[in-house]
Structure formats: structure tokens, C-alpha cells
């Protein structure tokens, strides 16, 4: 079953349980990934369909940010009901730790052992290593830790 496919189901599911916050996460997940269709004029594979979904959970915990400042309790905890439910359909993240040994072994490997200029560098080595399975501005603050 493609992850489109599971995300139809799961679609259909919340719709007879009647659970309004899963339908509508789902339903603009669902929108999304139609609209890059429609855009590219062609289907979209899996890896296609989880680029979307991160995006689509990257926007919503940038919007936490803003809500928090606004004070709009009522909203921060919808998006974050969202984000768990979007957050399911990708795979598992790195830990802190795990990045932290990926980091350290990969500065190892270029031969950077610290200051601010070898910024670049390190992120431009270790990005690829943890596409799709870490969040950038998560290994950019570790990096920043390491190189300090």
C-alpha cells in the first residue's frame, strides 16, 4: 500500500469515527499532494508524498511559534494535534544524541574541529547524511554547539 493509499484510508477511517481534527489534518494533506499533481502533471511516488507531509508539518510548527507569542492557547494545541498526526505518516527522527555522534564523526571525516567559519562546510557534509531524518534548524544548533 502507497503512502498516498494508506493516507486515503486513514482518511476514510477518521470520517466514520467521526474524528473532526484527523479528517481535516488529513484533508489538507490529501489537498496538498493534489495540488503538486495538478502543478507537476503527473503522479506523485512515495518520497514525493513525505516531502509534502514535512513541509506541511514544518509550516505548522513555524505557526506555533507565532501563536505562542500571540497567546492563542486554542490554536497551539490544534496545530500540535496536527503535527502529531502528520508525524506518523514519516519516518522516525534522529534523536539530539544520535545527530550529535553523526556530527562529531563527520567533522572527524572532514577534518573540522571547530570555529565559526567551518559552518559551511560541516552542514554541506552532514545535511545529506540526515535528509528526510532530521530537522535542519535542529542539526544547525548542534553544529553551532560542536563548532563552539
Known amino acids: ?7 486515503t484510508e486513514d482518511f476514510k477511517a ?16 490529501r489537498a496538498a499532494i493534489k495540488q503538486v499533481e495538478v502543478d507537476t502533471r503527473k503522479e506523485v511516488e512515495d ?7 514535512k513541509k506541511q508539518v514544518k509550516m505548522r510548527k513555524d505557526a506555533l ?3 505562542e507569542k500571540a497567546g492563542r ?3 497551539l494545541d490544534s496545530y500540535k494535534a496536527e503535527i502529531e498526526i502528520l508525524e506518523a505518516y514519516l519516518p522516525e527522527q534522529m534523536s539530539e544524541e544520535q ?14 574541529e571547530g570555529g565559526k567559519q567551518n559552518m559551511g562546510k560541516l552542514m554541506k557534509s ?5 535528509k528526510g531524518l532530521a530537522d535542519g534548524n535542529t542539526v544547525r544548533k548542534i553544529i553551532e554547539e560542536f563548532l563552539a
Open 14 to 29: 477518521a470520517m466514520k469515527a467521526h474524528d473532526e481534527v484527523k479528517k481535516n489534518t488529513l484533508s489538507f494533506a
Open 99 to 112: 545527530i550529535r555522534k553523526l556530527v562529531t564523526e563527520t567533522a572527524a571525516e572532514v577534518g573540522v
Open 126 to 130: 552532514v545535511m545529506p547524511k540526515v
Open 73 to 75: 492557547t486554542d490554536l
Open 47 to 53: 518520497a514525493d508524498v513525505l516531502a509534502i507531509l
Open 65 to 67: 511559534a507565532d501563536f
Open 1 to 7: 500500500m502507497t503512502l498516498q493509499e494508506r493516507l
